[in-house]
């Protein structure tokens, strides 16, 4: 048990489709992470939630938002998703202060993309 | 910008045989280093990370590493591996600047395989 869930595990949905991806920790750390885990490739860095301020990859579509209401929970909202989307989505957190702390991840959303 | 090379994707390895799994990276300032691995339908859990200190680094399940400075390399070893530790192993590194929103990079992971 890492202390990072994530629901749901399993999502299939639609181009046209709206969905919501969601990460919950209650390890009390404060910086939050996506990334996105596809085959053959390494993982991709999204976006990161740190003491309330976002930092995002400029490579990630606008199809992918996200929100992080407190430090406890995050989001990720999708929209008009493609087949190339398909993927793991793994939400991580740390507690992001003194000498390098390590992640926490959660077990991930195999989300595809029909 | 860092990077990392994870040189062998698959490596398969008998029971109770020894095993390296190798990483290099290329950063221009110091840095952090770990090593992940990723079980079936799990998440990423950390075997270990060289920090600062001793090059030699030792983790969960048996498994050690040794950071080589002038070779910019991490690799990770085990002396005798079982059927349980058949999962996916991550190299990642970290600028020694890290702040929170300091990203880890990743390499694209070698799948190990314990054949009984």
């Known amino acids: 048990e890492t202390g990072v869930t994530q629901t749901p595990r399993h999502l299939v949905m639609g181009m046209t489709n709206k969905k919501s991806l969601k990460c919950e920790q209650h390890?009390?750390?404060?910086?939050m992470y996506w990334y996105k885990q596809s085959a053959k490739k390494p993982l991709e860095l999204m976006f990161v939630?740190?003491?309330?301020?976002?930092?995002e990859n400029n490579s990630v579509p606008s199809r992918f938002s996200p929100e992080c209401p407190n430090s406890s929970h995050l989001f990720l909202h999708l929209h008009t998703l493609q087949p190339e989307d398909s993927a793991l989505y793994l939400c991580?957190?740390?507690?992001?202060?003194?000498?390098?702390?390590?992640?926490?991840f959660g077990p991930g959303t195999r989300l595809t993309v029909l | 910008a860092q990077s990392v090379t994870q040189l062998d994707s698959q490596v398969p390895v008998f029971e109770e045989a020894p095993v390296e799994l190798r990483c290099n990276y290329s950063?221009?300032?110091?840095?952090?280093l770990f090593w992940y691995v990723q079980y079936p339908n799990q998440g990423l859990q950390l075997l270990l990370k060289?920090?600062?200190?001793?090059?030699l680094v030792k983790g969960i399940n048996g498994f050690e590493a040794e950071f080589n400075k002038s070779q910019t390399s991490f690799h990770l070893r085990k002396p005798s591996v079982h059927i349980s530790d058949t999962a996916e192993y991550f190299c990642a590194v970290s600028d020694q600047g890290d702040s929170g929103n300091t990203p880890l990079v990743f390499g694209k992971g070698t799948r190990l395989s314990v054949i009984a």
């Open positions: 991580a957190s740390r507690l992001g202060t003194g000498l390098y702390n390590e992640q926490f």
């Open positions: 060289y920090l600062s200190g001793s090059t």
């Open positions: 939630y740190s003491l309330e301020e976002r930092v």
């Open positions: 950063s221009s300032v110091s840095v952090y």
């Open positions: 390890l009390g750390h404060n910086a």
